[in-house]
């Protein structure tokens, strides 16, 4: 390859990886397709799937993605779901897991009405102040219904909030503002901005339902995998979502309403029309009349199984087929990829990834369903990266998943990616999935990463052999920070104040280094930078004290303490850089060179900072304070 730095072979480390039979590239239906691409209010992108609890109550969340690459801000027609079009989600349970039949369907429809149509002002008359008021001309209103065994029950229904136009719908922005970027991410339900919470719906049942414009929270560079995988390095990166928007929809799904938590179920969504439209013209013309039964034109199982795997030839029969067709009509793509022969040709430059006989794909793919293991702890949940400073990462989570370590506990057979703790290095009298995909979807799951891996590597007998490609696409981290609560999608780029692949933008931030001597009291070493653009990035920071005697520096302070500074709050303060995030510094390349120097590593929005080093005891001395952008 030149799969860069990133392409190591590890045997032993990552026989746990078996648990990754994953596929490449990554994630979505985004443009995939012909057909459904021509229609984008039925184009789904990304399907989630996982584990989550609330009040101790397990449920199964659900989040479909539709309408990609919404443009924030466009006007006057905004992007809506279509009253047109039913979405549903399928769950497929006990002898219907291995078949991909149906055992249960939520379906979504979703009705649009104006206060007035007598002005030019589509979607907003005035300044919305709560979901559905008067200055929300255009809304949204939804049904969600639950089909079983030929029963079908109305759940309840629900509100769309509006979209981020800016100073129209200042609640989604920083401070009130609608001349201000999005709002970042949240780690309790109270602290979603008022849209975002009054638009949770609480259904019957103990269901709860949301539906409205979301940040696109899948990431990686689609524009190198497709331009024949000329993959980029270095400060050259490309995240082809970056500050798009698109529309989704999520349910959480309480397991005591589909038989509890002993079992493991299939995920699948889609979108469908009526089977005619008819059009008039003239001055007493109707408009769009839609007339028969529902026909389905798009489907969501799997990151990247239409897009990545299977041929021009095949890909709209796919997404007008169920997934009980897949082992006759789709088996073929998984169990002898083109992608593979292309990274050996393209990337590898040798026989590398094995190309034919990929029963391990073929588990994944076959039939298309994100197979979901309930019997497990709750998923861990990413927000805006492990060093964020409000809302982190959950402990233990990884980009990588499986390949990352994360893994959950579990006490159920029946996942295709069950494996033994001797295999991993854990617990032999116990057994794992992975804490990601392929054990069900969560935000911030790095399927590209995942996939590449999956498909470089040999996963179909012991020992694995598992290649990394972990940052093979150079882009290794979401432009926004995500809710870690119900809907978890990030808030929606503000139309007034956002940028397409901010972290390729000129660089926000310029690696400074302040020298100087530290007292005591007030009498410490303070440094000052500012981050440019509109997204977060991840910064270290570092207290240099005991290690500039290495430079020929005399009176160097013997121990430092960093702290980081916003106005008068201090996000993050170490003392002793390996007794706190010691593998994130390690990895990042900065750190310090003495177990007594501070440092830490936190993620940052645009704004300036202050930094302070101290030292310890009131110990004195020179000092040196240093900021480096991490991503």
Not at 82 to 101: E, I, K, M
Not at 462 to 484: C, E, F, H, M, Q
Request: net charge negative.
């Amino acid at each position: 390859m030149k799969l860069h730095p990133c392409l190591r072979t590890a045997t032993a480390l990552v026989a746990a990886c078996s648990t990754l039979l994953h596929p490449p590239a990554r994630a979505s239906s985004h443009m995939d397709a012909p057909l459904v691409t021509l229609d984008p209010a039925a184009n789904t992108t990304d399907l989630y799937a996982f584990l989550s609890t609330r009040n101790n109550v397990k449920y199964l969340t659900v989040a479909l993605g539709v309408y990609p690459h919404e443009e924030p801000g466009i006007g006057p027609n905004k992007y809506n779901f279509d009253d047109n079009v039913l979405y549903q989600v399928f769950l497929s349970r006990g002898a219907d897991l291995a078949t991909g039949a149906d055992s249960v369907a939520y379906q979504f429809e979703f009705s649009t009405s104006y206060k007035t149509r007598d002005s030019l002002l589509q979607s907003y008359v005035g300044v919305v102040q709560a979901n559905g008021d008067a200055g929300q001309n255009l809304t949204q209103t939804y049904t969600v219904r639950k089909v079983a065994g030929g029963a079908v029950t109305t759940l309840g229904t629900g509100i769309v909030p509006p979209n981020n136009q800016g100073v129209a719908t200042p609640r989604y922005n920083r401070n009130g503002s609608g001349d201000l970027p999005a709002r970042e991410g949240v780690a309790n339900e109270a602290q979603l901005d008022d849209y975002t919470r009054g638009a949770i719906a609480n259904l019957n049942n103990g269901y709860r339902a949301w539906a409205g414009q979301r940040e696109d929270g899948f990431y990686g560079d689609i524009n190198a995998i497709f331009d024949l995988l000329a993959l980029k390095s270095g400060g050259n990166r490309f995240d082809s979502q970056g500050g798009f928007n698109l529309h989704m929809i999520a349910l959480e799904i309480p397991l005591s309403d589909i038989g509890g938590d002993q079992q493991v179920v299939g995920v699948y969504a889609t979108t469908s029309r009526r089977a005619s439209t008819v059009l008039s013209d003239g001055p007493g013309s109707a408009g769009l009349v839609a007339n028969g039964g529902w026909v389905q034109v798009g489907r969501q199982g799997n990151p990247l199984f239409c897009e990545a795997f299977i041929a021009i030839r095949d890909k709209d029969l796919y997404n007008r087929t169920k997934p009980t067709s897949d082992g006759a009509l789709f088996r073929k793509y998984a169990e002898t990829p083109e992608l593979a022969a292309l990274i050996n040709a393209l990337v590898l430059k040798g026989d590398v990834a094995p190309t034919t006989n990929r029963a391990d794909l073929a588990a994944i793919f076959i039939p298309d369903l994100i197979k979901v293991d309930l019997s497990t702890a709750p998923a861990r949940r990413a927000g805006g990266g492990a060093g964020h400073a409000s809302v982190p990462d959950d402990a233990g989570f990884s980009r990588l998943g499986v390949f990352g370590g994360d893994v959950l506990e579990s006490p159920l057979a029946g996942h295709p990616f069950r494996l033994p703790g001797s295999a991993i290095g854990a617990d032999a009298a116990k057994s794992y999935v992975p804490g990601g995909w392929p054990n069900g979807r969560r935000f911030g799951d790095d399927v590209i990463d995942i996939g590449v891996t999956a498909i470089i590597s040999d996963l179909r007998s012991l020992p694995l052999t598992i290649r990394s490609a972990d940052g093979i696409d150079n882009v290794s981290v979401n432009d926004s920070s995500y809710n870690k609560v119900f809907p978890y999608g990030a808030t929606p780029h503000n139309g007034r104040n956002y940028e397409h692949n901010a972290k390729a933008a000129p660089t926000p931030l310029l690696n400074f280094a302040t020298r100087g001597n530290i007292g005591t009291g007030d009498n410490i070493l303070i440094g000052g930078f500012v981050i440019r653009g509109n997204a977060p990035v991840r910064v270290l920071i570092r207290g240099t004290g005991p290690s500039l005697t290495n430079f020929g520096v005399a009176g160097a302070v013997n121990d430092t303490i960093v702290q980081v500074w916003q106005g008068g709050t201090m996000l993050a303060e170490n003392d002793d850089w390996r007794s706190g995030q010691q593998a994130l510094i390690s990895a990042s390349g900065y750190a310090p060179l003495n177990d007594r120097e501070g440092a830490v590593l936190v993620t940052l929005q645009p704004g300036a900072y202050t930094t302070t080093i101290r030292g310890k005891n009131g110990a004195t001395g020179v000092g040196l304070v240093e900021a480096f952008l991490v991503d």
